[in-house]
Every structure is written in C-alpha cells, then in structure tokens.
C-alpha cells in the first residue's frame, strides 16, 4: 500500500469518532483509495484494515486480582412478604473481585452495627478476610464522593476495630 497508507489511517482515525453505521468498510476504503490512483488491489486494503481494527481493539485494561485481596460490597434490595405486609429488606452483597463468590444476607437496617454484623457473618461464611473492601457508596459507609474512587469516609467504616 506503500505512500497510500497515511490516506487509510486519516480515514481510519476518523472513524473512530463516527457512529458504527457511518464507518467505512474495507471496499469504501478501496475506492476511495482508486479515486486516489492507487494501483494495489482490494486483498491488501481488507487486510491492512483488518490488522489495524484488531490492534484497536486489543487495547484494553485487563482486570485482574490477586486471591484475597478485594471483595466488593454492595447493598440491594428485595421484597418479603411478611404476614403484616410487603416490605422492603435490605441485603448485604459480598463478592471476591478474584472469583466472583458471592455472598449474600438480609439485614435489617444499613445501619452501621447491621453492617459490621452482615461483613462479619460474611467473614465467617468466606473462612478469611480480605485486604481491602471497596463499597460502591452506600451512605453508611460514604459520606461525600470527591473525585474518581474518592470518597470522605465514615470514621468507623474506615478503621472497624475501633
């Protein structure tokens, strides 16, 4: 493709900030290629094009953590009904960030005791207790969210053992 490929990565470059349904195929990319005077043949651009998408997508993050060192915490909620009515339970959610073992209890507030009680049960349930514990905001736990993973902390949640 020789002096042609700086024309295919302007257009490729582009693309990226188009919408999926207005980006060139591999066959627009060609004829626009011939309108330039390119001499090569369509084989050569599907695969330059082809290799070049690949490697866009192969750039990612890849998540991996180590056995024991995070479990995710989270509060969801269900529906019980009780012989008085429907009520709304709060449960704990502990997942391994390693493994995705879940564990899962109702408590009755997410008040901060509930909260030790759940993490504690979910400690025994689990045989060990992890390095570090990320809450996805529950208001017991954070009290203002700063910027990024930023949060301002409850004094207790922060130290436990207090």
Known sequence: MGKFVG????ILSA???APP????TAMRIFERLKAEEYQGGYDA???YVAKRRKRKRETFIPLIHDPGQRLEADFGQIYVDFP???RAVSVLILVWSHSNYPF???LPTQRTEAILEGMVQGFEHFGSVPREVWWDNPKTVATELLTGRERRLRPLEVSPAA
Do not use: T
Not at 7 to 10: D, I, K, L
Not at 21 to 24: A, D, I, V, Y
């Open 7 to 10: 024309f295919v990565e302007e």
């Open 15 to 17: 693309d990226e900030q």
């Open 21 to 24: 349904k207005q980006r060139h």
């Open 45 to 47: 651009v599907r695969r």
């Open 84 to 86: 008085e009515g429907r």
């Open 104 to 106: 899962a209890i109702a």
